[in-house]
């Protein structure tokens, strides 16, 4: 294979994991999450502790939800079993924060789960390895001990931060023991806010991991936007460059024009020749308004990277050793959302690497003589 093939291999590569990448973020939800490990007393009433939590917060976060999470359950049916299901344990308002799609029945209610009723969901594959063609609406499953009635069956494939290969939900409390504990609510423009979410999570339910997926994602596409950005500003020069040679030649017809026409007849005759002009001017101060914009988002999106007081050196060493110590914390919990967005992160990352190491060495390698 030639060298020019190879390099063209490579960002082709480089081009097909950066999409891969991008548009699995895109897929994500954009939640703001905080997860803990659940209390070692198994009588914790986390319903009213997430009701606590709503008063406490107000309208800042008017859908938020618990779960818990559950990993390699084993269901069976009859003399049938499927082991390896991760088990959601959904508190109120679990299905509008987390919409699901569903062949039949219809998810858990709010009043189910807050009454701990003995019902579940579960997956596609799971319900045909159970009742085949028939209808499992109403059929019972057992987890253990406890009975369980089917109502309903949800479209579901594994997810990269899922342990297990299939999925089933039930209300809050149907297992006492669950791995992991999720406090969630759809994330709001106003950043400050992660403040106080995390304040009153901690407050509620103790020490755990704030999870902002817009600030995940945000972070996973930097270096593509970076590259963007360099790519845009390279491309916006050589059009001011153009728009100013048309510009000048515009302005050299138009002074020949002078030469021959009166200023009746000239008039007309240079607005119609500098319309162009203007609105190509107005387009180019639109995009370089919309690349400014997209150059500044993250810091919109990241506002605990900038002090209040740019000029104060003070400052940003203090707003440096905050961000050091929240990033050395000794104990991190991982939600399965954020798994899937620190796999596209890097997807993301190997495949910008690759395209821009492919295009770098297709521009500068040496051109290859034919040998006859």
């Not at 990448?21 to 502790?49: C, I, M, W």
């Not at 101060?285 to 050196?313: Q, T």
């Not at 190997?350 to 290859?368: D, E, N, Q, S, Y």
């Amino acid at each position: 294979m030639r060298r020019g093939r190879r390099f063209s291999v490579m960002l082709l590569a480089g081009l097909i994991l950066l999409g891969a990448g991008l548009a699995g973020l895109l897929s994500e939800s954009g939640l703001v999450q905080y997860a803990f490990l659940p209390s070692r007393d198994q009588e914790t009433d986390y319903l009213s502790l997430l009701k606590d939590c709503r008063s406490a917060m107000g309208e800042s976060f008017p859908l938020l939800t618990l779960h818990a999470q559950k990993n390699q359950v084993t269901l069976s049916a009859g003399d049938l079993t499927q082991s390896e299901i991760c088990l959601y344990l959904t508190g109120p308002s679990w299905n509008e924060v987390n919409p699901r799609r569903l062949l039949a029945g219809r998810p858990v209610s709010n009043a189910e789960a807050e009454r701990g009723d003995q019902v579940i969901v579960l997956d596609q594959e799971t319900a045909f390895r159970f009742f085949g063609e028939e209808d499992p609406i109403g059929k019972t499953v057992s987890l253990g001990d406890t009975k369980l009635e089917v109502i309903g069956v949800a479209v579901h494939s594994r997810r990269i931060g899922e342990t297990g290969s299939r999925a089933a939900w039930a209300p809050l409390g149907t297992v006492k023991d669950p791995d992991l504990m999720v406090l969630s609510a759809p994330a709001c423009s106003d950043s400050s806010l992660l403040s106080s979410f995390r304040t009153h999570a901690e407050e509620s339910f103790g020490t755990g991991t704030l999870i902002s997926l817009p600030k995940e994602k945000t972070a996973a596409a930097m270096l593509p936007r970076i590259a963007a950005i360099v790519f845009a500003l390279m491309l916006l020069k050589r059009w001011i460059t153009w728009l100013t040679g048309f510009l000048r030649r515009k302005v050299n017809l138009v002074r020949e024009e002078s030469r021959r026409r009166y200023a009746a007849r000239l008039i007309p005759f240079a607005l119609a020749q500098f319309l162009p002009v203007v609105l190509l001017l107005a387009l180019t101060i639109g995009a370089g308004y919309l690349l400014a914009a997209f150059a500044m988002e993250p810091i919109r999106i990241f506002p605990e990277y900038v002090p209040e007081s740019l000029g104060n050196f003070a400052a940003w060493g203090s707003r440096f050793w905050d961000l050091t110590a929240a990033a050395a914390s000794p104990v991190s919990l991982k939600t399965p959302e954020l798994a899937e967005i620190q796999f596209y992160s890097g997807l993301i990352r190997w495949g910008t690497v690759l395209a821009l190491l492919g295009i770098a060495l297709l521009h500068f390698r040496k051109p290859t003589i034919e040998q006859p």
